[in-house]
Nanobody, 125 residues
Framework: VQLQASGGGLVQAGGSLRLSCAAS????????MGWFRQAPGKERELVAA????????FISESVKGRFPISRDNAKNTGYLQMNSLKPEDTSVYYC???????????????????WGQGTQVTVSS
């Protein structure tokens, strides 16, 4: 599976961005999709994740109520809508896929098999 993340950019605090993650290759196998972020000098953290059928999601406490996650399997694309952005949301955001997870929503980076290239999100104050 190849993942291509897009949608990052520079935005003022309070603004919105929508990240997209397009999957290609072996997309016929069920996979959960996760969005991680990593700022310089910090560990990679899970921001949000969604199960194959979208029935289960995980949203980090730091973005709960601001970053809904969704996916459209017909388009092999996942989305992270980022609202009410804060300067502390500034980071490189990565999408990832966990093959064969089915209903399960993995929470560890080591549970994910494939990673996109990352997209930079910068929020100015």
């Amino acid at each position: 599976v190849q993942l291509q993340a897009s949608g990052g950019g520079l935005v003022q605090a309070g603004g919105s961005l929508r990240l997209s993650c397009a999957a290609s290759g072996r997309t016929d196998s069920p996979y959960a999709m996760g969005w991680f972020r990593q700022a310089p000098g910090k560990e990679r953290e899970l921001v949000a994740a969604i199960s194959w059928n979208g029935g289960r999601t995980f949203i980090s406490e730091s973005v709960k109520g601001r970053f809904p996650i969704s996916r459209d399997n017909a388009k092999n694309t996942g989305y992270l809508q980022m609202n009410s952005l804060k300067p502390e949301d500034t980071s490189v955001y990565y999408c990832s896929a966990a093959i064969g997870s089915g209903w399960y929503v993995p929470s560890l980076a080591t549970d994910y098999d494939y990673w996109g290239q990352g997209t930079q999100v910068t929020v100015s104050s």
